[in-house]
């Protein structure tokens, strides 16, 4: 919404919570219904899965939702622009009532889950380019499962009319086109924008000495929203580094690591490195001093689409090292301006991790991180990307 604010598009933001003051962001009216929503889709989904709390909220069904198409922001839009719209925020059939408006339909996917049944990863399942069913996501999967009944309404509900499909990254959009849900849409790559003057290199001395952390180590950074996430690859992280420590012994007083996150006191005494936990923070400007006090960002996350997290580190000059999955080795080129590790392989992330702390010219491959950034996700060249989408489809319907 920022960058296109910065280059002269009029925005309005429609959220089901909202977390700011920014007037151009408008919550929906809280009532009952906002939450019965959210808890009646739930349940429905734990009824269906026997009962059992498994993946409860790795699944999204859509089954209820609100009618957006009231709202004056709706009425008075050019184009809608779609992105994560689940846990009780759009239905299908609202999704649908949003399509029969006539209104262009931009939708970026944030996962895959516009492209799927009812999963937002899946992982190395096919089902999606079909049908559906036998979802690993669910207790008892079966050919005729919750999976396979919400894709074929999601083909009822959505078929019929054109929708601009945008992935966050390359290996999304490669995903989407193989799903038979979006047979001859269009499905471009379009990365996520970030603020280039808030997420910038600045002194790490003075960074450290904000975030009081030690000036004479080097430092890692892991961070989640959730640090005991086995999806953000924690396990991983924790034999890397006691292998680490395992195969240089002279480290175990040179490193420290940085865990941002909620419960980031977990990993205190896991890891065989001083930890230094920082709580779960929503302010830009203080992440981005987390960000400038360390020399790595360590990464080992088995699902991820294109992470800002990687995107924000590299823009304040933190090589990087991450699996090779989803979108990561499309914004860490390994051993330009990070490493890029072989799949859940922990003695490679460990080799990842000990080649980007001794690179003799790792403040090259730091100008390299700031580089990349800048030339492919700020916030002014991904709202021209954007812009040309609108003006195209604007142009088709007048």
Same mark, same amino acid.
């Given at each position: 919404?920022?960058?296109?604010?910065?280059?002269?598009?009029?925005?309005?933001?429609?959220?089901?919570?909202?977390?700011?003051?920014?007037? =151009?962001?408008?919550?929906?009216?809280?009532?009952?219904?906002?939450?019965?929503?959210?808890?009646?889709?739930?349940?429905?989904?734990?009824?269906?899965?026997?009962?059992? !709390?498994?993946?409860?909220?790795?699944?999204?069904?859509?089954?209820?939702?609100?009618?957006?198409?009231?709202?004056?922001?709706?009425?008075?839009?050019?184009?809608?622009?779609?992105?994560?719209?689940? #846990?009780?925020?759009?239905?299908?059939?609202?999704?649908?009532?949003?399509?029969?408006?006539?209104?262009?339909?931009?939708?970026?996917?944030?996962?895959?889950?516009?492209?799927?049944?009812?999963?937002?990863?899946?992982?190395?399942?096919?089902?999606?380019?079909?049908?559906?069913?036998?979802?690993?996501?669910?207790?008892?999967?079966?050919?005729?499962?919750?999976?396979?009944?919400?894709?074929?309404?999601?083909?009822?509900?959505?078929?019929?009319?054109?929708?601009?499909?945008?992935?966050?990254?390359?290996?999304?959009?490669?995903?989407? #086109?193989?799903?038979?849900?979006?047979?001859? #849409?269009?499905?471009?790559?379009?990365?996520?924008?970030?603020?280039?003057?808030?997420? !910038?290199?600045?002194?790490?001395?003075?960074?450290?000495?904000?975030?009081?952390?030690?000036?004479?180590?080097?430092?890692?950074?892991?961070?989640?929203?959730?640090?005991?996430?086995?999806r953000k690859g924690v396990l991983?992280?924790?034999?890397?580094?006691?292998?680490?420590?395992?195969?240089?012994?002279?480290?175990?007083?040179?490193?420290?690591?940085?865990?941002?996150?909620? !419960?980031?006191?977990?990993?205190?005494?896991?890891?065989?490195?001083?930890?230094?936990?920082?709580?779960?923070?929503?302010?830009?400007?203080k992440i981005a001093d987390i960000?400038?006090?360390?020399?790595?960002? =360590?990464?080992?996350?088995?699902?991820?689409?294109?992470?800002?997290?990687?995107?924000? =580190?590299m823009a304040c000059g933190v090589?990087?090292?991450?699996?090779?999955?989803?979108?990561?080795?499309?914004?860490?080129?390994?051993?330009?301006?990070?490493?890029? =590790?072989?799949?859940?392989?922990?003695?490679?992330?460990?080799?990842?991790?000990?080649?980007?702390?001794?690179?003799?010219?790792?403040?090259?491959?730091?100008?390299?991180?700031?580089?990349?950034?800048?030339?492919?996700?700020?916030?002014?060249?991904?709202? #021209?990307?954007?812009?040309?989408?609108?003006?195209?489809?604007?142009?088709?319907?007048?």
């Amino acid at each position: 919404m920022e960058a296109l604010r910065k280059n002269g598009i009029k925005v309005k933001m429609l959220v089901r919570d909202k977390q700011t003051n920014e007037i =151009a962001v408008v919550p929906l009216p809280h009532s009952w219904k906002l939450l019965w929503v959210f808890l009646w889709e739930r349940l429905h989904i734990w009824m269906t899965n026997g009962f059992h !709390r498994k993946n409860l909220f790795k699944v999204d069904i859509a089954n209820t939702g609100n009618d957006i198409t009231q709202f004056p922001e709706f009425q008075q839009a050019d184009i809608i622009h779609l992105h994560w719209i689940n #846990q009780g925020m759009l239905s299908l059939k609202g999704i649908r009532k949003i399509l029969e408006s006539g209104k262009p339909i931009v939708w970026t996917m944030h996962d895959m889950w516009p492209c799927t049944g009812i999963c937002h990863h899946a992982r190395d399942c096919k089902g999606y380019w079909e049908d559906c069913g036998n979802c690993p996501y669910l207790l008892k999967p079966s050919k005729h499962d919750l999976s396979y009944s919400v894709y074929q309404k999601k083909k009822k509900y959505l078929s019929g009319y054109h929708i601009s499909y945008v992935a966050c990254s390359q290996w999304m959009e490669q995903q989407a #086109q193989k799903s038979s849900l979006l047979l001859g #849409q269009s499905i471009v790559s379009i990365p996520n924008p970030i603020n280039t003057s808030i997420f !910038r290199p600045n002194n790490k001395q003075q960074a450290r000495e904000r975030c009081i952390l030690p000036q004479n180590m080097k430092l890692i950074l892991f961070g989640s929203v959730k640090i005991t996430d086995k999806r953000k690859g924690v396990l991983y992280f924790i034999d890397s580094c006691k292998l680490l420590a395992e195969q240089h012994p002279e480290l175990k007083e040179q490193i420290g690591v940085v865990v941002l996150g909620n !419960r980031s006191e977990y990993l205190a005494d896991l890891l065989p490195f001083k930890v230094f936990p920082q709580e779960f923070l929503m302010d830009d400007l203080k992440i981005a001093d987390i960000y400038n006090s360390v020399d790595l960002y =360590a990464t080992p996350s088995l699902e991820e689409n294109l992470p800002n997290t990687i995107m924000e =580190a590299m823009a304040c000059g933190v090589p990087c090292v991450g699996f090779n999955v989803g979108g990561i080795p499309e914004m860490i080129d390994h051993l330009h301006n990070g490493y890029v =590790a072989d799949y859940m392989k922990t003695e490679d992330f460990t080799n990842g991790i000990y080649w980007i702390l001794n690179a003799p010219d790792y403040e090259r491959m730091s100008a390299e991180a700031v580089r990349k950034v800048q030339t492919h996700y700020s916030s002014q060249v991904i709202a #021209q990307k954007y812009i040309q989408i609108y003006n195209k489809l604007l142009g088709s319907y007048d």
